[in-house]
């Protein structure tokens, strides 16, 4: 390399290379560095002609570049946007934008062409010195930090830097206490825990809210579904959404799987499903009428709702919640209660949560084949 | 300094330069500065243009925030979009709409925002690679490089938090998936996601708060960040290939006045000029088609934007079941190990520099960017590094990939799996096998010079190809690079070898077991001889 070769050749630098070189292999008969090539002239050095026709082509991009910027300006009032009108939009996105682009794409071209073909392409070397500060520098800088420890007795005075340290440590301290409301009093764990879901609550169809006749639900169909109780003027409507959502399927009675446990939880072969994903929280919203699967369109985790909608695939480790259902007096399909467990994504604290009175929730009906 | 010329010539420039200087001393700034050298090849624009993109991204975005309205509060749509009008919606999803159809390149302003974005994080990753394959992170540049790390961390951060804001279903899913993987954190997951949404998920907090986060608090320590990262190469000086008359000890290329200012002001207007032309031709994140956020609704086939990719790939690749109780606590591992997988990845390209360093024990400063070639060990572990995020990246589309090439959608994720693994490790040997090969190959050109393609018959009937020779510039252009060989793992004093030296012996083993040296001048001596 040639920083070795100028290390052995001139012994001022001898400094630099007591740098530890670790393992790199010093190279003794390498080739010496013959200096930058001659210069080739450019044809625009060469002709004059050239050259002009070089300036000539510069300025015609600046002058295509004003023309853009006027075009530009001539463009939005030209091409206003008209009310309900799309295409409008359209044509005034891309003629205000086409006008913008040649005027800024006008100045680079002519810039760039006006440096590679009239300044000089003489390359220029420019030495490198070590980076760190000269040795006076550094003595100096030293010499000012042994200053100032002396005259405020930095390192003397413990008493008085120690409990200067432990102030400028505690002081920022209550700002992370000052965080906590970023959020409500009420405790985070309960808060996600429930589901505006009741005894009684009737099934209603999303996003319209009119409820559902269990006569009404045919085999194979799937509906997408929202507590009637739900109120879409509600300040927290979107939050308690995303709680409730639910998908309701019906099948064949002989085609579902049910636990002993839940043999309650369906009517008529119809089974009520949180629609939120256990892996992070998408709506699981395809539904696959001749497998019964129900497929995420996040991460493709695959629940079969025929068996308890255990996982058949992807990174979901939880089938997804049951709601557990029955038939009102007026035929309407109503929830027997809440969810027995918290539907969505995992969390620490998610067993603090499971009904006692039905313990075999989806964390343990789940069958790991 | 121009006093006395002034005094005569009293050009308005001159005045005006007089003036300023007599009252801020510029002219140092000028003297500093002026003539300083930038070297020239075509890789070291990849991060002008993250800089230029960005200050696209700051103008558009400045405009944008003139008529942006980040708050959550429920209203009906009364704007001029025909297909949502009386729907329900949030403020902001409301504005976004306004932005782009009531107000007059309002809508080009958004698609310049966002394809400048996409540009911006794009040109800082092929950025981070060529700083990586030209080993230009060496001393005394490795902070400059934690520091380029943090810019690319920052940039996806803002590129995250701009993409949630105008709370569309698309941006909307993406905050639920946040919401899960923030839950699943142990311990102080729950109660981290309680905190960011102000509550329950979604909440009427979290794009307020984000909006914040991204014209505020993000952009302000990405300027200052991006400052120091200038500074530094200022500092540093820009590395240089080596080549006849560019050593170590010197910097050969343009000053910045004229000629590199001009090349690269112009180039400023090139990139800002390209991207404002694909912002009038090609629509992106058309928000209106998807519709204001509902946690009920999503629609296959979506995707994040290209940089979030590798984080929802990684997701992906979980195989069921990865959940655990234990002692009444959930344990979720398909969310904890992408998550430790992803975190380690990015700190061993934090902190790749250190470990080179460490093990090649090289404290010099290293002003010479290597061709890729000339360090195959460290080519080839950034080549698997590409694979392994390319293979994450490719994941966050699988489901594509099944519609697309018509095959099972798990069958995709089983191969994805196994290319995760097994990608990279390939992809090693290969890239190292192939960087080897073409060091030998230049070798050859050195020691026989050039295949000229011309045959000729010898007198006794063979046939030759002409080998041109080198001149010696471009000769010294493929001899000058720097080797290394394994350490020898010495005893310390105790006369016992470290578990610490056993390591780094191992290490710089198998970096440098395999090495070609530069040809010497005997050994072209000596091929010439063999003629
Ligand atoms: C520095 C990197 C930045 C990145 C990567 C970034 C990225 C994004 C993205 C992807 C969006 C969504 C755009 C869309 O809806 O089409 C967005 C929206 C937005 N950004 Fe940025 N941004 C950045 C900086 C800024 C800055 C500095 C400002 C303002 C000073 C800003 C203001 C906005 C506003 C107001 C919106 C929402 C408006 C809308 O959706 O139309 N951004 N940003
Ligand atoms: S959220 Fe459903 S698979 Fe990830």
């Known amino acids: 390399m040639t920083a070795q070769h100028d290390a052995d050749a001139t012994p001022q630098e001898h400094a630099v290379e007591t740098v530890d070189r670790g393992s790199a292999v010093t190279q003794s008969d390498s080739f010496s560095d013959p200096g930058l090539p001659p ?122 830097r120690n409990s200067l340290i432990g102030a400028l440590a505690l002081f920022p301290l209550p700002a992370v206490f000052m965080f906590r409301d970023l959020a409500p009093k009420q405790d985070a764990v309960e808060a996600i825990s429930q589901t505006p879901w009741e005894t009684g609550t009737r099934l209603a169809i999303d996003p319209t809210g009119t409820p559902i006749k269990a006569s009404d639900v045919t085999i194979g169909s799937a509906f997408h579904v929202i507590p009637e109780t739900l109120d879409s003027h ?95 007096d007026e035929g309407y399909l109503v929830a027997q209660r809440d969810f027995t467990e918290p539907i969505g994504p995992s969390f620490w604290e998610r067993l603090d949560h499971i009904d006692d009175e039905h313990p075999e929730s989806s964390a343990r009906t789940e069958d790991r084949a | 300094m121009t006093t006395t010329r002034a005094a005569r010539k009293t050009s308005f420039t001159s005045k005006a330069s007089n003036y300023l200087d007599e009252r801020t001393s510029i002219s140092g700034a000028v003297s500093f500065l002026g003539r300083k050298i930038f070297p020239d090849h075509w890789s070291f624009m990849l991060g002008e243009v993250a800089l230029y993109s960005f200050i696209a991204i700051l103008i558009s975005g400045v405009f944008l925030t003139f008529f942006f309205d980040p708050s959550m509060t429920h209203v009906t749509y009364e704007g001029s979009y025909v297909p949502l009008k009386g729907i329900g919606m949030s403020v902001a999803y409301h504005t976004a709409l306004d932005i782009s159809f009531e107000i007059r390149g309002g809508l080009l302003m958004r698609q310049v925002h966002h394809w400048a974005a996409l540009l911006f994080v794009a040109s800082i990753g092929l950025h981070m690679l060529r700083v990586f394959f030209t080993g230009a992170f060496r001393k ?51 109660w981290i996601s309680y905190f960011l949404f102000g509550g329950l998920f979604p909440g009427t907090e979290i794009i307020p708060r984000l909006y914040s986060l991204h014209i505020m608090l993000l952009p302000a320590i990405l300027i200052v960040v991006l400052g120091i990262h200038l500074v530094l190469i200022v500092v540093n000086k820009h590395t240089q290939f080596a080549g006849p008359g560019k050593t170590n000890k010197n910097v050969v290329g343009s ?68 959940e655990t109780e234990w002692f009444g606590l959930t344990f979720t591992w398909a969310i904890i190990i992408p998550i430790i997988v992803m975190v380690g990845f990015l700190m061993l390209v934090a902190f790749y520099p250190f470990i080179e360093q460490w093990i090649t024990g090289d404290k010099r400063e290293h002003h010479l960017s290597d061709r890729p070639r000339n360090n195959p060990t460290r080519t080839a572990i950034g080549a698997a590094g590409v694979v392994f995020y390319a293979v994450m990246w490719a994941a966050a589309s699988s489901d594509l990939m099944a519609t697309h090439f018509h095959v099972n959608v798990f069958h995709v994720i089983y191969v994805l799996q196994a290319a995760l693994i097994f990608g990279p490790i390939i992809t090693y040997f290969i890239t190292k096998r192939v960087a080897l090969a073409l060091q030998k190959k230049d070798r050859e050109i050195v020691l026989h010079g050039y295949e000229s393609g011309r045959i000729v018959r010898r007198p006794g009937g063979e046939y030759i190809e002409v ?25 310390n004093a105790q006369g016992r070898i470290s578990a610490g030296v056993k390591i780094r012996g191992a290490l710089s083993r198998w970096f440098f077991e395999d090495r070609i040296t530069p040809v010497t001048q005997s050994e072209l001596e000596a091929s010439k001889h063999d003629h």
């Open chain 2, 140 to 190: 005394p540049r490795e902070i400059n490089w934690v520091i380029g790390f943090l810019l690319f961390v920052l940039a996806m951060a803002e590129g995250f938090t701009g993409y949630s804001l105008p709370d569309d279903v698309l941006s909307g899913n993406g905050l639920a998936i946040i919401n899960g993987m923030v839950k699943g954190i142990p311990i102080v997951g729950t």
């Open chain 2, 467 to 491: 080998h041109e020779p080198l001149d010696e510039y471009e000769r010294y252009r493929l001899v000058t690079f720097e080797t290394y060989e394994p350490t020898k793992e010495r005893p």
């Open chain 1, 39 to 160: 210069h080739k002239p450019r044809q625009t050095d060469i002709h004059p002609a050239k050259e002009k026709r070089a300036e000539r082509q510069v300025f015609l991009w600046f002058l295509l570049s004003m023309a853009g910027s006027v075009f530009a300006i001539f463009a939005y009032f030209a091409f206003p946007i008209t009310e309900e009108d799309f295409g409008s939009v359209r044509i005034n996105n891309l003629l205000l934008g086409l006008g913008l682009s040649l005027g800024l794409l006008g100045i680079g071209f002519g810039a760039v062409h006006w440096a590679r073909q009239l300044m000089s392409d003489v390359e220029i070397s420019e030495d490198r010195h070590p980076t760190h500060g000269s040795e006076q520098t550094r003595a100096r800088a030293v010499e000012i930090f042994k200053l100032g420890d002396e005259e405020s007795g930095f390192t003397r005075r413990s008493l008085i």
């Open chain 2, 255 to 322: 000053p910045i006045m004229p000629t590199f200012a001009a090349k690269a002001g112009g180039f400023f207007f090139l990139v800002f000029g390209t991207i404002m032309l694909i912002a009038s031709i090609f629509t992106i994140n058309p928000i209106w088609n998807y519709g204001p956020y509902d946690p009920s609704p999503v629609s296959a086939g979506t995707q994040p934007d290209w940089y979030i990719g590798f984080a929802d790939g990684a997701l992906r690749l979980v195989p069921p079941g990865w």
């Open chain 1, 234 to 328: 509600a300040h927290d409507f979107l939050d308690q959404k995303a709680l409730s959502v639910v998908l309701l399927v019906r099948m064949p009675e002989e085609q579902l799987h049910e636990t002993e446990e839940r043999k309650g939880w369906s009517y008529n072969g119809i089974v009520a499903y949180s629609k939120i994903c256990t892996h992070v929280g998408c709506p699981v919203a395809l539904y696959e009428q001749h497998t019964h699967h129900l497929l995420c369109p996040c991460h493709q985790s695959t629940f079969d709702v025929s068996d308890g909608a255990k996982v058949v695939f992807g990174p979901a480790a939880r089938p997804l919640p049951q709601l557990p259902i029955a038939v009102d």
